[in-house]
């Protein structure tokens, strides 16, 4: 067996390395059952589990990744612990060459530039390499070199998980001395022979397209990527990067906002020589209070670009710098004021001193408003609602565009499509939460839109009373609070003044109470009110009005208190107060009886008149009743003589 020529005492993460002899002869057998992701997902990544044991885990890492591109489904069960029987010795390290599941893995001391010869053999195995540094010692698993960059996955535990850049990894690829690949299955990754992904350089060429069809421009450089749109033939495209993939020439660039790659094979390139001027705006139309994006673009020439921004208004001759000339490829420009302007850009060559400017016009508007109004916000079922259009600022006359929604729903109803109509109304259909629409629309089609939320619930009905419209002062008035229909849980406040009063009285504010008391002061007429407010603040009134009379007076008499038998004794009835016309009923019983004769039921007759048939002591009662039930009676003894 080989070992290393490095002190075992020396090596920090266990990577002593032996030789368990010659690698078995197998079939060599091209797979590639896996995507660039797939062998990258977090998952397939692991951390050594001992100090020592690096070497083992970034070779575990290896035949994991390994397995996927050959299509095993139980990748995962390939473990630290689990290969380390095989490829471990005990006491000294990792070995050189093994097998492991029919996975023959073999190692390599680096015969050159360690960068260049890692490049070429991760070009050959997707499945990565487990690269070794003696002096560290440390070893680490590289993944793929992409776009100019190692990538890698570190078994160290005090490093990120997954992969990353070399740079975040303890060794870096100029220290590997040795590595370990796969020499057998051959592997490849699906769509593409290798884990490389080229190089790409920055350019500043002008390609025009010359496939009748157009090209495809893509998410990636590469077939397998998928497309963002075709670019018609005879296209002037900028293209500002370059690289070669699976035989095809790719340029990276922007058409129509979109960036992406385009396969330059159906492509043509031109004559840059000329110094050209490719500068833009990003909108050739804003609102004052807005601002426009100036881009710097050239193409041609000997040397570096510097650029020079400026402006004037067409109706001035003067020029206005926005930035003086510099490298800067980007500026913002906020106009202060509406109008006309032209935007000019100045591209310099650095070598021939050439310049070459371009002028763009700009139309800066007023911003249009969108003011419009809404006749309410809180609305009953089957009650319109109004929304009126009305806006400012902008350009010309004005259109306006009515809808709305259900809250709850994600469509909207067109009440009433783009016109002249500064005014539409719409019942709702239902009892929920709706949300209204308004755009106002200028002559330049500029667009604002404002939005309403209207809540709609059935009407709130006060059905608020008094339990009596007639009181005798003294007694007190009780007022019950009612309400159906509108929002949530209810509140009542309660209200009285004289009915000759302008100002109301508290009887008692917002609160849940449903009844209250209220004991008049005078014995006058009342105007009474009962407020409901539902939970959205909608409230109904109720007025009622309210006699408070005084109290009532029975002012009955006898005409005389002694009268001989055979003589009628004359009864008269008489009241004041209580409510109303009064009813009178007379009776009376021999003195000491207990029954009453009923001399005349209740009646409006104010006088009766009645015979005694002894000459005995009677007892008289009158009783009056009001208009509201009262009663009051009055007693009197009337004496019958021989």
């Known amino acids: 067996m080989n070992f290393l020529k490095k002190s075992i005492t020396a090596v920090l993460c266990g990577s002593v390395i032996l030789s368990m002899g010659a690698v078995l002869p197998g079939t060599f057998i091209t797979v590639h059952a896996a995507t660039f992701n797939n062998i990258n997902a977090s998952s397939v990544f692991i951390k050594q589990k001992q100090y020592d044991t690096c070497t083992l885990c970034a070779n575990a890492m290896l035949l994991r990744r390994a397995a996927i591109l050959r299509g095993d489904s139980d990748w995962s069960t390939i473990t630290e612990n689990g290969c380390r029987s095989d490829l471990w010795y005990e006491g000294i390290g990792m070995v050189f060459d093994y097998t492991y599941r029919n996975i023959e893995v073999s190692y390599s001391r680096v ?14 195995h997707p499945e990565g390499v487990v690269a070794y540094d003696y002096d560290y010692p440390h070893a680490i698993l590289l993944t793929d070199y992409t776009n100019g960059t190692f990538y890698c996955a570190d078994p160290a535990n005090n490093t990120p998980s997954g992969r990353m850049n070399v740079s975040n990894a303890l060794i870096s690829v100029s220290g590997v001395e040795g590595y370990w690949y796969v020499e057998s299955p051959s592997l490849s990754l699906s769509g593409s022979s290798s884990t490389i992904i080229p190089e790409i350089t920055t350019v500043n060429e002008s390609w025009k397209i010359t496939s009748d069809s157009g090209v495809n421009l893509r998410s990636g450089a590469g077939t397998e990527y998928s497309s963002k749109g075709i670019i ?4 002037a495209v900028k293209v500002t990067k370059k690289t070669t993939v699976n035989g095809y020439t790719w340029g990276y660039i922007t058409y129509d906002s979109n960036t992406g790659w385009i396969a330059l094979d159906y492509a043509e390139k031109e004559d840059t020589s000329e110094l050209k001027n490719l500068s833009t705006l990003s909108s050739s139309s804003i609102t004052c209070g807005n601002s426009v994006t100036i881009k710097g673009e050239a193409l041609g020439g000997s040397g570096l670009y510097d650029y ?9 001759s003067e020029w206005v710098d926005i930035k003086g000339y510099s490298s800067a490829k980007k500026v913002v420009f906020k106009p202060k004021s509406t109008g006309s302007y032209y935007i000019r850009i100045k591209v ?15 139309t800066v508007d007023n911003a249009i408003k969108n003011s419009s109004s809404i006749s309410t916000t809180k609305a009953d079922y089957k009650s319109p609602i109004t929304i009126k259009g009305s806006a400012s600022g902008g350009t010309g006359t004005y259109q306006y565009a009515y809808y709305c929604k259900k809250s709850s729903s994600s469509g909207w109803y067109t009440i009433k499509g783009y016109s002249s109509s500064t005014s539409v109304s719409y019942t709702p259909v239902a009892v929920t939460d709706y949300d209204f629409m308004v755009r106002v629309k200028d002559s330049s089609n500029k667009v604002a839109e404002k939005k309403f939320k209207v809540n709609v619930s059935k009407p709130l009905v006060n059905k608020s009373y008094a339990k009596s419209d007639s009181l005798t002062f003294g007694d007190e008035m009780k007022l019950i609070g009612s309400a159906t229909g509108g929002t949530g849980t209810y509140q009542y406040a309660y209200y009285c003044r004289k009915s000759s009063s302008s100002g109301w009285y508290t009887i008692k504010g917002y609160s849940t109470s449903t009844s209250v008391s209220y004991t008049p002061v005078a014995a006058v007429n009342y105007d009474v009110m009962i407020r409901v407010k539902d939970s959205l603040g ?27 038998k055979g003589t009628a004794m004359k009864l008269i009835g ?23 004769y009923t001399i005349k039921g209740y009646s409006s007759s104010t006088s009766v008149s009645y015979t005694p048939v002894a000459a005995v002591n009677y007892d008289v009662m009158i009783r009056v009743k009001d208009s509201a039930g009262k009663v009051t009676e009055k007693k009197f003894t009337v004496k019958v003589t021989k």
């Open 232 to 235: 018609p033939y005879n296209t």
């Open 348 to 362: 310099h060559d650095s070598v021939t001193g050439k310049v070459v400017q371009k002028g763009i016009t700009l």
């Open 111 to 124: 015969q050159y530039d360690a960068v260049s010869e890692l490049k070429e053999v991760l070009s050959q």
């Open 308 to 316: 020079c921004y400026s402006y004037r208004l067409n109706s001035s």
């Open 574 to 596: 008489s009241a004041s107060g209580g409510t109303g016309t009064y009813q009178y009923a007379y009776y009376c019983r021999k003195s000491g009886s207990e029954g009453w």
């Open 538 to 564: 909608r409230v109904s009134e109720k007025f009622f009005q309210i006699n408070v009379n005084n109290k009532l007076s029975n002012n009955s008499k006898a005409l005389s208190t002694v009268i001989k």
